[in-house]
C-alpha cells in the first residue's frame, strides 16, 4: 500500500520561508516523478512543481520559478519542496503525488497516489 506523508506546513509572514518535505512508502521511490500541488479555499488544485525519478530535471509553475525550489532524496524516500518569498497568494493546503512513472506531468490526472497535504499559511 503506497502512503505519502506530507509535513513542515505552517504560519509564516509575507517574504518568509517554509520547507514542506512528503515522505513515501509502499513503493519503489526512485523508480516514479513526483509532484506537489496546492489547492487554496474555493479554488481548483493547481500545479506547483515537479520532478522526474532521479532528480535530474524539475520543473515548476510560473508563478512560483525562481521562489521555490523542488528537490528529492531517494535514499530517504523524500521529496522536498522549498519555499521562500511566500506571498499570501500561496496559501493553501500542498498536495504531494506520485507519477505513474518516471518522469512528471502538470496534470493531477497523471498522478495516481497522493498525500493528505499539508497547510500553508502566508499572512501579510
Known amino acids: 500500500q503506497v502512503q505519502l506523508v506530507e509535513s513542515g506546513g505552517g504560519l509564516v509572514q509575507a517574504g518568509g520561508s517554509l520547507s514542506v518535505s512528503c515522505v513515501a512508502s509502499?513503493?519503489?521511490?526512485?523508480?516514479?516523478?513526483m509532484g506537489w500541488f496546492r489547492q487554496a479555499p474555493g479554488k481548483e488544485r493547481e500545479f506547483v512543481a515537479a520532478i522526474n525519478y532521479n532528480g535530474g530535471s524539475t520543473l515548476h509553475t510560473r508563478s512560483v520559478k525562481g521562489r521555490f525550489a523542488i528537490s528529492r532524496d531517494n535514499a530517504k524516500n523524500t521529496v522536498y519542496l522549498q519555499m521562500n518569498r511566500l506571498q499570501p497568494e500561496d496559501t493553501a493546503v500542498y498536495y504531494c503525488?506520485?507519477?505513474?512513472?518516471?518522469?512528471?506531468?502538470?496534470?493531477?490526472?497523471?498522478?495516481?497516489?497522493w498525500g493528505q497535504g499539508t497547510q500553508v499559511t502566508v499572512s501579510s
Open positions: 503525488a506520485t507519477s505513474r512513472g518516471t518522469w512528471y506531468s502538470q496534470e493531477p490526472r497523471d498522478y495516481d497516489y
Open positions: 509502499g513503493r519503489t521511490f526512485s523508480r516514479f516523478g
